[in-house]
């Protein structure tokens, strides 16, 4: 599963999303494209600068929709700094990362008159099984992936790490969590590129938004 898949299965309520959310899990869904992106060598992420340009590097479709939805915009923005990248609107595969969950039986599409589509988790397996899998990477039970370390990453950079990862988090209180992702997530560059995109005075309503999301 991609890394923007597991994002976005973290950030959406089983009963399905609302508009509050979307100002800012698009970055954290834009972050994750990024970072997917990198993995397969479409796009280089400089190695100098604490925000580092993005060239893409490499033609051509991937063969995962919810990447090549975003890739037509990303082409006319290579070489801007990735922070500047998380935060545009056409670099969130939001729908179209939906949508591929769909089609793998994650979750289900449904219309609404306003705020676009609506998507509701029905087979929860896949999550359950992140969860776990982030739950033992915190407790020092298993050797991160990159993916798995980019997903908390994120989580933190967009301060919703504590209440979304739940019983994930085990007996780590908010500032204990807070230090173990920054011990294996630290310099990650889309992780520290949605820090700066955060403001950090409404960062720590990011909580509530996504608790009362639906």
């Not at 399905?16 to 992420?45: N, Q, S």
């Not at 298993?142 to 790490?161: D, P, S």
């Not at 994930?168 to 310099?187: M, P």
């Amino acid at each position: 599963m991609l890394i923007v898949e597991e994002m976005f299965l973290l950030l959406t309520k089983d009963h399905g999303t609302a508009g509050r959310t979307r100002g800012y899990r698009r970055y954290g869904l834009a972050a994750a494209a990024l970072a997917d992106l990198a993995e397969l060598g479409t796009i280089e992420i400089a190695r100098e600068g604490k925000d580092p340009q993005v060239t893409v590097v490499r033609a051509g479709m991937t063969g995962h929709a919810p990447l090549d939805a975003v890739l037509p915009a990303l082409d006319s923005m290579s070489g801007q700094k990735i922070s500047t990248l998380v935060g545009r609107s056409q670099l969130s595969p939001d729908t179209s990362v939906g949508r591929s969950l769909v089609r793998q039986g994650i979750v289900t599409e449904e219309s609404r008159f306003l705020g676009g589509p609506h998507f509701m988790t029905t087979s929860p397996a896949s999550e359950i099984a992140l969860r776990e899998r982030l739950g033992q990477v915190l407790t020092g039970d298993r050797q991160a992936t990159l993916a798995e370390v980019t997903a908390l990453g994120l989580l933190k950079a967009l301060n919703v790490a504590h209440v979304l990862l739940g019983p994930a988090r085990g007996q780590l209180d908010r500032r204990e969590l807070s230090r173990r992702i920054e011990e294996i997530a630290h310099g990650i560059p889309v992780v520290e590129a949605v820090k700066r995109r955060v403001d950090p005075f409404t960062a720590s309503t990011m909580a509530t938004v996504v608790i009362d999301a639906g």
